[in-house]
């Protein structure tokens, strides 16, 4: 039977990440995966989880199952820290997922379970595993316009103009800060003319939200999905906590689904529930322990709040930097969108052929849609970035 099965596409960024580890050139420069590297190259458990990490094993005394939806105490810390007051705590329900990425796999299941004929809208280019996710799970998509390749910014105009196709019952995947992969975001006053659209078409929408932090800072990178969620009927929040906690491998993440009426939580509660049992039953918990024992004890959560501040001003400085160093060696100001960009990415908008030659004659990975990891590089290492990018005609 299993001769049956069929190859499937391998995932271009692990395998990047796989050719990285095989290159023998100790000169080589990792700028593929999205993952926070500090100026050693290493990914830091951060202190306040370390800490959290020794409390638990001091005082945890089962490891007996939770819930199906997860702690509750999770759900309520990470409303918290994602909503704030935005909308009211009552009209909020919430399951813990493996991830952030089995918080999108579980709302594009219930949306396609509550319309059948749904279409997800997604923005041209996406983080790839959303559109891995929903072939696999049949959901048609439509792309609406978003990376302008001229300015390396946001084609807002054209994104407006193909959310206006939307149609009730449609969903809307919008990224709620540092889009990956092209680091252009919306403003606020932009984000409030696609809430004008949503309402206007009633489509609902659907905010993934993987580097609250990284952006602007933690208040400010949640700003837009406060926004919308607090001015559309329904949405979908999908978050994760694989970079903001450094948590990845512990696969921490939380899908919300907000009605303003509140007459449907228990549906949604419900649902929510449902889909974890059928999918994995109990999600993991240790992630999300410590999470919870982070936000809710003040002394943590002010050690986390402020080296992830660090981190966020690390890779904005890191930008500053490759886009002076290009603007010197290039004469022109044309990499000025790289200090522009937001969160761990920025798409540089070259060719995969360009990519290729940076990587073959420089060492230098990057994703193949010019995509970069803003966090892979460090201060001796962007001066040999921009002096490649430079040399290789970019
Ligand atoms: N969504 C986006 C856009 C991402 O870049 C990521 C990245 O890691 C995720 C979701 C979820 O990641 P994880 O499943 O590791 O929490
Ligand atoms: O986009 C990235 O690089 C991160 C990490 O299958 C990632 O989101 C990459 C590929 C993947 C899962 C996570």
Same mark, same amino acid.
């Given at each position: ?132 996710? %929903? @072939?696999? +799970?049949?959901?048609? *998509?439509?792309? =609406? ?5 001229? /300015?390396?910014?946001? $084609? ?107 007459? %449907? @939580?228990? +549906?949604?509660?419900? *649902?929510?529930? =449902? ?5 994995? /039953?109990?999600?993991? $918990? ?109």
């Amino acid at each position: 039977m299993f001769s049956n099965l069929k190859e499937q596409p391998a995932d271009k960024i692990l395998a990047l990440m796989q050719l990285f580890k095989d290159d023998p050139r100790p000169t080589k420069i990792d700028l593929g995966v999205g993952v926070y590297k500090n100026a050693e190259g290493v990914t830091p458990v951060m202190r306040a989880v370390k800490a959290a990490e020794k409390q638990l094993w001091e005082q945890e005394t089962t490891k007996s199952y939770v819930a199906l939806a997860g702690d509750p105490d999770f759900a309520d810390a990470m409303i918290g820290l994602v909503l704030g007051d935005a909308v009211a705590r009552d009209t909020v329900s919430a399951a813990a997922t493996p991830g952030g990425t089995g918080a999108c796999r579980q709302a594009f299941e219930m949306v396609k379970m509550a319309n059948p004929d749904v279409r997800v809208f997604v923005s041209n280019p996406t983080w790839p595993n959303h559109l891995s996710i %929903l @072939k696999y +799970l049949g959901i048609p *998509t439509v792309e =609406y316009r978003y990376f302008d390749a001229e /300015s390396r910014g946001v $084609d807002f105009e054209g994104m407006l103009a193909d959310l206006a196709d939307v149609k009730p019952g449609d969903v809307v995947l919008l990224h709620g800060c540092c889009h990956n992969p092209t680091g252009a975001n919306l403003n606020l006053t932009q984000w409030q003319a696609v809430v004008d659209v949503l309402l206007k078409t009633g489509g609902v929408p659907m905010i993934d939200i993987a580097y609250q932090g990284f952006g602007d800072g933690l208040e400010e990178d949640a700003a837009a999905t406060r926004l919308v969620a607090s001015s559309v009927p329904e949405c979908l929040i999908a978050a994760s906590c694989s970079k903001n906690f450094g948590v990845y491998r512990e696969r921490t993440g939380i899908l919300m689904a907000v009605a303003q009426d509140k007459g %449907l @939580k228990g +549906l949604t509660q419900g *649902t929510l529930n =449902y889909l974890n049992r059928q999918n994995y /039953s109990f999600p993991p $918990d240790h992630g999300a322990r410590l999470v919870t024992m982070i936000l809710n004890d003040p002394a943590l959560r002010k050690e986390w709040a402020d080296e992830l501040e660090a981190v966020r001003l690390s890779m904005l400085g890191l930008r500053q930097q490759l886009a002076d160093e290009l603007q010197r060696l290039s004469g022109s100001d044309r990499f000025g969108f790289l200090s522009q960009h937001r969160g761990m990415f920025s798409r540089l908008g070259t060719t995969p052929d360009m990519v290729e030659r940076l990587r073959a004659e420089h060492g230098i990975y990057m994703v193949g849609d010019s995509r970069l990891n803003i966090a892979g590089l460090n201060a001796q290492t962007v001066p040999i970035l921009a002096k490649a990018i430079v040399d290789t005609g970019i």
